[in-house]
């Protein structure tokens, strides 16, 4: 999975990706953060990123990440999920 660091202006709405950022593998990003990453919309024209991320350090400051998201996402999401509940992915 990839993802690359974002700039995000709510109003009026646009994204578009940091000057000088390099691509970087999602799940080591949400690493970086400690996993608190939440996802903030679908993106459609931006090549093959299909979502934005927002990403918060220790002193809680936001970061934005394009992501592309397949399946093996929607699965480390889910036994992350588990996980976090005390179940395990059987």
Not at 17 to 44: G, L, S, Y
Not at 65 to 74: G, S
Request: aromatic share 12%; glycine share 2%; net charge negative.
């Amino acid at each position: 999975m990839k993802s690359i660091q974002a700039q995000f202006q709510k109003d009026p709405r646009e994204i578009k990706i940091k000057a000088e950022a390099q691509q970087e593998d999602w799940p080591q990003v949400c690493h970086r953060f400690n996993d608190d990453v939440e996802r903030v919309c679908d993106v459609t024209d931006l090549g093959d990123y299909t979502a934005l991320y927002q990403c918060f350090d220790d002193m809680n400051k936001k970061s934005f990440y394009l992501v592309e998201e397949d399946k093996a996402l929607f699965r480390m999401k889910r036994r992350h999920f588990l996980d976090n509940i005390g179940q395990t992915d059987a």
